[in-house]
Structures are given as structure tokens and as C-alpha cells.
């Protein structure tokens, strides 16, 4: 066994890692090395783990919001075979499951420009999201680019993503589609 050394961590770590290892059923101490050893582990290959984790909480939000993934072509066809009461239903509640994930997300990661592009990500895994900032107003510009997307598809897209402008509470934001982007403009935002 390797040489122990005392390392100074923050009270309110030390309280939160001892509610988790009381829920799991370990000693504190064991957790935190458990941790420690697995995070370093991994770091040294992957230096976005920390992204990777809180991509992770953030599924685990979209799943417990009843989110799915589906294959994008059958979505397309299932949209195109919708009537417009049904399409506006869908794009309501899309807004809302956006607009409560945002709020979440605000509460347990903060507004920043990683956190709202991860987001972004998750919620368009077939797309790429782009991140421009304009150094002279501070707007920041997310391109959301879906690879022929459907006209249906892409306003779906524009109603989520002003729910999460809302849940994130946003403010100056703009949504705008094209004929294969979604793109949200935000006055200002964090960096991190």
C-alpha cells in the first residue's frame, strides 16, 4: 500500500461525499480515494471528463423527463404523418420538457456557454453544435446543424430550443431556423 498524505479539502465536500457514502453503504474516506483513483485514471486518456459527467447528470435529466431516443429517419416519417393539432401538441411539450430541463440545469450546473452547448448536443445527437461569441457585444451565437433535416423537424427543434432559452432564463435571446440550422442568439453569457 502506498504512503498516505493529509490533503485539505473544503468542509462542504468532506459533508457532501459523506451523504453519498452513506447512501452507498462505504466509508467516506473509501469513496473519495475510490473516486480520485478512477477520475485521475481516466483523465489521463480523456481530458474532458468533467464535460462527460455532467453530460451524464444532464441525460439522467432527460430521461427522468420521459425523453427517448429514436432513430431521426423514423421521426421524420412519423412527423410527416401527424396532423397540425397533434404537431402543435408535440412542439408545446417539447417547449415545457426544454424550459424544465433548462431550469434544472441552471440550478445544478450554472448558465455557461459549455453548459448551455452540451445541452444543445444532447438534446440534437445526430447535429453539431458551433459556438461563436461577438467580442464586441458579448453575444454569443449557438448553430445547431441537423444534416437534412425536415421542415417538421426543425420546428420541433426551434420550440425546444426556446424552452430551454426560458428554463435557462436567458436573457436578449433570439431563435432563428434555416433550412438546415437552429441558431440561438444570447446577449450575454458566462464563460464559465
Do not use: H
Not at 498516505?4 to 459523506?18: D, K, M, N, T
Not at 425523453?67 to 397533434?86: A, F, H, N, Y
Request: hydrophobic share 45%; glycine share 8%.
Amino acid at each position: 500500500m502506498s504512503s498516505r498524505r493529509f490533503v485539505a479539502i473544503p468542509e462542504s465536500v468532506l459533508i457532501e461525499a459523506i451523504k453519498v457514502a452513506e447512501k452507498l453503504g462505504v466509508p467516506y474516506t473509501s469513496l473519495i480515494e475510490r473516486i480520485l483513483v478512477e477520475v485521475l485514471r481516466v483523465l489521463r486518456y480523456r481530458r474532458d471528463l468533467l464535460d462527460s459527467l455532467a453530460m451524464v447528470d444532464a441525460y439522467t435529466d432527460i430521461r427522468r423527463l420521459g425523453g427517448i431516443v429514436l432513430p431521426e429517419q423514423v421521426v421524420k416519417e412519423i412527423l410527416g404523418k401527424v396532423d397540425r393539432s397533434t404537431f402543435e401538441s408535440l412542439c408545446s411539450e417539447l417547449a415545457r420538457m426544454g424550459s424544465w430541463f433548462g431550469e434544472i440545469s441552471k440550478a445544478k450546473r450554472a448558465v455557461t456557454v459549455s453548459e448551455v452547448k452540451n445541452s444543445l448536443g444532447l438534446w440534437f445527437p445526430s447535429s453539431s453544435v458551433d459556438v461563436s461569441k461577438d467580442a464586441n457585444t458579448g453575444e454569443v451565437k449557438f448553430v445547431v446543424s441537423l444534416v437534412n433535416p425536415s421542415r417538421e423537424l426543425l420546428e420541433l427543434g426551434r420550440c425546444l430550443v426556446e424552452g430551454l432559452a426560458r428554463g435557462y432564463d436567458l436573457e436578449g435571446c433570439s431563435v432563428t431556423v434555416g433550412s438546415s440550422l437552429i441558431v440561438l442568439r444570447v446577449g450575454r453569457l458566462a464563460e464559465e
